[in-house]
């Protein structure tokens, strides 16, 4: 082995080493940070979900390209190119086995970049969480999870579907081209019999994507139909549905229709079934609903619509959470804590939050806290477990630090990205209002279960998003000082909330919500040490001073999750209570 070789081998060991320890480092931390929180199962649950979405994906992908790729390389019988020594020129045949690595190493790109269009994890987890609504619509009987959890997901496949498929059939005719398999000669395109019989598979999936399409577009219609302001009307149901479900069939028929007049060679009848599937769709999609709807206003459409209007009004008083009697008002978002967002003191207090905590509102990177028993972070360690630390942040001279082992490294610090880490499936509400626990400084957020495909209801602008499904589900309160995270869910709970808690139970806090009752819009000052001294010794003023005092200990301690320093005040409070 040559030593230009011996480098190039060692340079792709150093970087393979280096990117594994990389991404061992950050699933570490990440796995640290949830550990610290108490949500090792939420970890679990997405580690699990991107694991299957990028290993499917690559696996998938890569063998699909090497496929099309390795059938690509059959028609190549062999590759010469032109070299020049002296005067002369020669051309130099590529090797057999080096055009196969070729065609590997661009499969293993195609994987690569399919890997960028992947479904996100939360929608696989927001499916495995198993919603159920026990109920269905009046069109297709599907209950309302299948729109709210299988949907969204089925609708990013399919995308992903697609983006493969148009990528490798770009790859494949491009590669053909330079090949003498497909040319442009005297005016038409030559190809051969291997050739065509490749294109018009792929000309076939294309089809099944197809409708594909078609199949999601006739669920769609529930969530976005042709009515005014978006309503699901007569058209749809009568018209528009039977037309989608009619072109889908065809176009499975179209695409074995395809693959078998281009697999025999009649190429003219493949070209004109895709001519007539393509101006099909073209008119359902653009002159279908025109027509219908012209039609419909001489032949008294408004009346026919009474029943699809109806029947979106019930739909979205459920997806509101509004009564059945009163009239539909427009949706807002929910909070208990309205009379505590007053502009001026919420910037003071993002000022001060900005100076002494180490979780606040537009907070970022990481902060190391040297005494930080109560706060919510992994240990910095030491041996692998520091070294892992440092590899995540990138800051080696954690390595040799001198900062001892239980040092605390806080990730995470923004509360809106701490609290999309630990509730993932949730809309959080617009405003970060800061209130006390005692004299506790803690972050409140509104949680909210939040739909985009819920089916038949109206569509708001609600926290940042288009919503058609949209419930009150929990408040979020951070502590400011330690980074601890409470969520008190609301009484009634929702479906989707419901699943949410029964899967992450450590999550949610149990009980009533008595705890958001002990807010307030400004911190509780505990009471001098010397106060008690300012009474008579053992009268009755004396004691109540002092059992206020301990008790205003215990009230921060147990906000901050001090157990120790609740301890030490309680066993104070029993000692004066036993004098007494």
């Known amino acids: 082995m040559s030593a230009r070789r011996r480098l190039v081998g060692g340079l792709v060991a150093a970087a393979a080493v280096l990117l594994v320890g990389r991404v061992a480092a950050v699933v570490y931390a990440e796995y640290s940070w949830y550990s610290a929180l108490g949500a090792t199962p939420l970890w679990r649950e997405r580690t699990y979900d991107t694991a299957v979405i990028q290993t499917t994906s690559a696996v998938f992908a890569g063998l699909f390209a090497l496929v099309n790729l390795f059938a690509v390389r059959r028609s190549i019988v062999s590759l010469a190119f032109p070299r020049r020594l002296g005067n002369m020129e020669f051309g130099v045949e590529v090797p057999q086995r080096q055009l196969d690595r070729m065609a590997f190493v661009l ?38 999870s299948f729109f709210t959890s299988w949907l969204p997901l089925e609708t990013q496949v399919y995308t992903w579907s697609l983006a493969l498929l148009v990528l490798v059939g770009a790859l494949v005719v491009a590669l053909y081209a330079l090949t003498p398999s497909l040319r442009w000669h005297n005016g038409s395109f030559r190809v051969s019999v291997r050739v065509r019989r490749h294109l018009s598979i792929l000309s076939a999936l294309f089809l099944l994507t197809m409708a594909w399409s078609y199949r999601l577009d006739g669920y769609e219609l529930l969530t976005h139909g042709s009515g005014p302001d978006g309503m699901f009307s007569y058209v749809d149901h009568q018209w528009l549905i039977p037309a989608y479900l009619s072109l ?58 009474a029943p699809y209007a109806a029947t979106r009004a019930a739909f979205t008083r459920r997806a509101y959470g509004f009564s059945r009697t009163d009239p539909l008002p427009l949706p807002k978002e929910e909070t208990r804590f309205a009379s505590f967002a007053d502009s001026a003191r919420v910037a003071r207090v993002m000022t001060i939050a ?30 692998l477990t520091r070294l892992g630390n440092a590899w995540a942040e990138q800051r080696l001279d954690l390595v040799w630090s001198s900062l001892p082992a239980d040092t605390k490294i806080i990730r995470k610090r923004d509360v809106r990205e701490r609290l ?57 309160l951070l502590n400011a000082s330690t980074g601890r995270t409470v969520i008190v869910p609301m009484p009634g709970a929702d479906p989707i909330a419901t699943a949410w808690r029964s899967n992450f139970p450590e999550l949610i806090r149990a009980g009533a919500p008595d705890l958001l009752d002990a807010l ?60 007494r």
């Open 248 to 305: 889908s069939v065809g176009t499975v028929a179209a695409a074995a229709l395809v693959l078998i007049s281009g697999w025999m060679g009649q190429v003219r009848a493949g070209f004109f079934t895709v001519s007539a599937v393509l101006i099909f769709s073209v008119s359902l999609d653009l002159i279908l609903p025109s027509v219908v709807k012209q039609v419909g206003l001489a032949t008294g459409q408004t009346a026919r619509d």
């Open 354 to 383: 900005r100076d002494s905590s180490v979780v606040y509102p537009g907070a970022s990177g990481s902060a190391i806290v040297r005494h930080g028993p109560n706060v919510a972070a992994p240990r910095l360690g030491d041996g």
């Open 520 to 579: 307030t819009s400004s911190p509780r000052p505990a009471l001098p040490e010397t106060q008690p001294d300012q009474f008579p010794p053992g009268s009755d003023a004396a004691f109540r001073a002092a059992v206020t005092r301990l008790y205003a200990k215990m009230r921060g301690a147990l906000s901050a999750g001090d157990l120790k320093g609740f301890g030490a005040a309680y066993d104070s409070l029993g000692a004066i209570v036993e004098k």
């Open 107 to 144: 499969a293993v790109v195609v994987a690569a970049l399919m890997t960028m269009a992947i479904p996100d994890w939360q929608s696989l987890a927001l499916l495995r969480t198993g919603v159920r609504f026990g109920e269905t619509d009046p069109f297709f009987q599907m209950d309302l």
């Open 420 to 476: 999309a880490a630990l509730m993932p499936l949730f809309a959080q509400g617009s405003d970060v209002v800061p209130a006390y626990l005692g004299d506790s400084l803690t972050w409140v957020v509104e949680l909210y279960s939040a739909s985009g495909t819920y089916p038949l209801s109206k569509h708001y602008v609600l926290a940042g998003g288009d919503r058609s499904y949209f419930h009150h589900s929990a408040t979020a």
